[in-house]
């Protein structure tokens, strides 16, 4: 699959496919979206607990990761991070992403190349509060018996990846969630509320990221 680096609005680096005409990130702004969505939004709402269990669906360039990674640091809060992806970006373009030159915290760039250079399928500690276990397979086809506390749904979008977004893909992720636990998605689509209150989860619909009016966070009761 053909991949080309692009910058966005905020000069934080995305990636582009031009057979799926789709981006990585918003191209508004990559870091300021996944700090919008799936940090001040998502982790940070979740009460604090011994250890966060987070399932991220799409690990993508590991932005979420690092963020998440960096969150635990200075909340003093240990997280396990599960991170899912069927299409792993190769080390060498994920070395030139520049988020970590943009961050500007202790311990951003070390934790960024720990994470990408990782091995796939093993627990991994990155850091005294940080742990991650990447995973090459898709959503379809994973079997675990983890429960987690916090979902990060970073699929590409329904126009690029409608199989994604399916009602039995949306299923099987909320089966992961604990009761009590967070999903938490850039996508607002009127469908997805809809299936995951289905489901018993109480939606809510929030301001989005530049460039996007909404977002959805929704809780496993």
């Known amino acids: 699959m053909k991949r080309e680096l692009r910058e966005t609005a905020d000069g934080s680096m995305t990636i582009y496919l031009p057979k799926m005409d789709e981006h990585y990130h918003s191209y508004h702004g990559a870091l300021q979206e996944a700090i919008h969505v799936f940090i001040e939004n998502g982790i940070q709402r979740f009460p604090k607990k011994d250890t966060i269990s987070v399932f991220e669906l799409g690990l993508g360039t590991g932005l979420n990761?690092?963020?998440?990674?960096?969150?635990?640091t200075e909340n003093n809060q240990k997280v396990y991070y599960f991170g899912l992806e069927a299409f792993?970006?190769?080390?060498?373009?994920?070395?030139?992403?520049?988020?970590?030159?943009l961050i500007s915290k202790d311990f951003a760039t070390e934790y960024f190349t720990k994470i990408i250079g990782t091995e796939w399928e093993k627990s991994v500690v990155i850091s005294d509060k940080f742990q991650i276990q990447k995973v090459e397979e898709t959503i379809q086809n994973l079997s675990v018996t983890n429960q987690f506390d916090v979902v990060f749904f970073d699929a590409f979008g329904p126009r690029a990846q409608e199989e994604m977004w399916e009602f039995s893909v949306i299923e099987k992720t909320v089966q992961l969630l604990n009761s009590g636990g967070l999903f938490v998605t850039y996508c607002a689509k009127g469908q997805l509320k809809r299936d995951l209150k289905a489901l018993g989860l109480k939606v809510e619909t929030l301001p989005g990221p530049p460039g996007k009016r909404e977002m959805t966070i929704a809780w496993k009761n």
């Open 88 to 101: 792993p970006v190769e080390v060498e373009m994920n070395l030139k992403m520049n988020y970590q030159d």
């Open 65 to 72: 990761a690092l963020l998440t990674a960096l969150w635990a």
